[in-house]
T-cell receptor
Framework: DAGVIQSPRHEVTEMGQEVTLRCKPISGHDYLFWYRQTMMRGLELLIY????????DSGMPEDRFSAKMPNASFSTLKIQPSEPRDSAVYFC???????????FGQGTRLTVV | AQKVTQAQTEISVVEKEDVTLDCVYETRDTTYYLFWYKQPPSGELVFLIR??????QNEISGRYSWNFQKSTSSFNFTITASQVVDSAVYFCALSPNFGNEKLTFGTGTRLTIIP
């Protein structure tokens, strides 16, 4: 299996622009997670899906952030408009049924200038 | 509320030394899972171990071992005979009940192995 695939690996954008991060989970996994990693806040869960349905989005910082999972093999995290404080590494992870570990993608390093 | 504390921000040891990374957690749940992940310089997060709250047996996997003590709410990680490739940031994490949802991560310990 190819593992969790994220794209792009790096993104540099100007403040105010829309940014879309993409994730392909491991085939057959029911759960998909979006995490953000910053020096100040560490690793924090933004949102997670179960069977393509958003279960908990309480970690989404504000309305500028949105996430979708239109099918079992694809998810997006969108930031519109982006701000410099959104600069971080964004990780997507997936896991199988309950009681199984989450596997992480390689992350997208986002820089908003 | 759940909390994971990794008090050691950075540790440096000379190659072949043993090193223990501490993890202390807080939860009101009676059932929960604990995890360790490794983040090497390349940046990805690599799963190392998952332990449920009912299983207090220590685990050994090669040079890695884990000591889970419910009485002290600790889940410590020991690397024996450390190698340069062990240099990474190590994260301890906690999830509620029997689920893998909502991992709460500690702040990580940066381990540097000096050749």
């Amino acid at each position: 299996d190819a593992g969790v695939i994220q794209s792009p690996r790096h993104e540099v954008t100007e403040m105010g622009q829309e940014v879309t991060l993409r994730c392909k989970p491991i085939s057959g996994h029911d759960y998909l997670f979006w995490y953000r990693q910053t020096m100040m806040r560490g690793l924090e869960l933004l949102i997670y899906f179960n069977n393509n349905v958003p279960i908990d989005d309480s970690g989404m910082p504000e309305d500028r952030f949105s996430a979708k999972m239109p099918n079992a093999s694809f998810s997006t995290l969108k930031i519109q408009p982006s701000e410099p404080r959104d600069s971080a590494v964004y990780f997507c992870a997936s896991s199988g049924r309950r009681n199984t570990e989450a596997f992480f993608g390689q992350g997208t390093r986002l820089t908003v200038v | 509320a759940q909390k994971v504390t990794q008090a050691q921000t950075e540790i440096s040891v000379v190659e072949k030394e043993d090193v223990t990374l501490d993890c202390v957690y807080e939860t009101r749940d009676t059932t929960y899972y604990l995890f360790w992940y490794k983040q090497p310089p390349s940046g990805e997060l690599v799963f190392l171990i998952r332990r449920n709250s009912f299983d207090e047996q220590n685990e050994i996997s090669g040079r890695y071992s884990w000591n889970f003590q419910k009485s002290t709410s600790s889940f410590n990680f020991t690397i024996t005979a450390s190698q340069v490739v062990d240099s990474a940031v190590y994260f301890c994490a906690l999830s509620p009940n029997f689920g893998n949802e909502k991992l709460t991560f500690g702040t990580g310990t940066r381990l540097t192995i000096i050749p």
